[in-house]
């Protein structure tokens, strides 16, 4: 039986990250499993990329201070593309209650030491984008250095460079349970075969909570499908623009390509290994778009090029980060919520830095515990996209 340092049991985002972060932080024996032919094929190659630090809670905004400086200096720093682009998030406010809710997430912003977010007020907005239906817009809330990345481009530069530091990849290779001793964890059973180890990270996203299963631990992460619909190629709205955000429904839209990529949570969802698309979703969403942005009645769309992908979500919308004192050896890197990609530059040196150090300095780890759920000590996060 071969045996390593680490193993982890998912290759997207996440887990590509955390083998990035150990590499480099000198740690070489590393095995990342991962069940299909390629990287990418669970949530990562789904996600509509957002990069935000405009978040309501202090750690939440303190990954993102990690995450987003680390994706600007990505390609000179990997040398890998990560396709990052600083056009920010617009937050449109539609009522006094949202400013306030604003307000209150800015000011904590700002005291965490971010420097680029602003509040705006309803004209301001008008003045940038007068496209959009501004009658009730009231004010907002922007971030110069949100922005989008390429998840896919990103995964693949953090797993190239795990792999030329030594660490090693199993593609097509299914984690089929996590083996325990009376000294905590000592390997994974995989269609391969067994592997031994003292240290496994679960990053298999959407399908986490089966994998802890088998460690005999009960992960409060279950999947919740989000649909996203790119337009054909549209030109009458800038594609310099940011994220938009509808706060009245939660619509959102960005550029893509040569048309834009449209968002929406619909609340009528329920949790479930759904994957399909629902056509029926593309009416709905149109209508929210030309609600905002009226030109939008003009926009096309194919619904055989629109997607869903599996958000993993935990009942907090936290993500569940570090050891698992009952099972010693055991960490998690689960239940994201939608910001997996996002936060994944963190989570990697977050994870790490537990695993070689036994704390880190970049949050307050406790915070995102597993045991938070049972010591009544969830902290919501709002902001949720």
């Not at 190659?45 to 680390?70: C, D, E, H, W």
């Not at 990052?84 to 000011?107: E, I, K, P, V």
């Not at 909570?209 to 709205?237: C, H, N, Q, Y």
Request: hydrophobic content about 40%; overall charge negative.
């Amino acid at each position: 039986m071969r045996n390593y340092d680490v193993v982890i049991i998912g290759g997207g985002i996440v887990g590509s990250s955390i083998a990035y972060h150990l590499t480099a932080a000198g740690c070489k024996s590393v095995l990342v499993i991962e069940r299909e032919s390629s990287l990418g094929k669970g949530s990562t190659g789904k996600s509509m990329g957002g990069v935000r630090a405009q978040f309501s809670t202090p750690v939440n905004i303190q990954m993102s201070l990690y995450s987003i400086p680390f994706y600007a200096a990505f390609d000179e720093q990997l040398g890998y593309p990560c396709g990052y682009r600083a056009q920010g998030y617009l937050f449109c406010a539609t009522s006094d209650a949202h400013m306030a809710y604003l307000r209150a997430n800015h000011a904590t912003q700002v005291s965490l030491g971010l420097k680029d977010a602003r509040l705006m007020t309803g004209d301001d907005i008008r003045s940038m984008f007068p496209q959009l239906r501004s009658d009730d817009i009231v004010g907002g809330a922007f971030c110069s250095t949100d922005g989008f990345v390429d998840p896919y481009s990103a995964m693949s530069g953090f797993m190239s460079c795990a792999v030329s530091a030594g660490a090693e990849l199993w593609k097509n290779s299914a984690a089929t349970a996590i083996m325990r001793d009376a000294a905590g964890v000592s390997g994974v059973e995989t269609s391969r075969g067994a592997v031994g180890t003292r240290t496994v990270v679960n990053c298999a996203g959407a399908w986490a909570a089966a994998i802890a299963k088998t460690a005999g631990v009960d992960l409060p992460v279950e999947p919740l499908r989000r649909m996203l619909v790119p337009s054909e190629p549209f030109g009458d709205f800038p594609h310099s623009a940011p994220m938009i955000i509808d706060m009245s429904n939660g619509f959102h839209f960005r550029p893509e390509g040569l048309g834009f990529l449209l968002a929406w949570n619909d609340p009528e969802e329920t949790p479930g290994y759904k994957s399909d698309f629902d056509p029926a979703f593309v009416e709905k969403i149109l209508t929210r778009a030309a609600d905002r942005v009226p030109i939008f009645e003009n926009l096309a769309v194919n619904s055989k090029r629109a997607w869903a992908g599996l958000y993993e979500m935990t009942p907090d919308h936290h993500p569940i980060l570090g050891p698992v004192p009952e099972v010693p050896g055991l960490f998690f890197a689960n239940g994201f919520s939608g910001h997996g990609v996002m936060h994944a530059p963190a989570t990697g040196k977050i994870l790490s830095d537990l695993i070689l150090q036994g704390k880190t300095g970049l949050i307050d780890a406790s915070l995102l515990s597993l045991s938070r759920f049972a010591e009544g000590r969830m902290i919501e996060e709002t902001a949720v996209l």
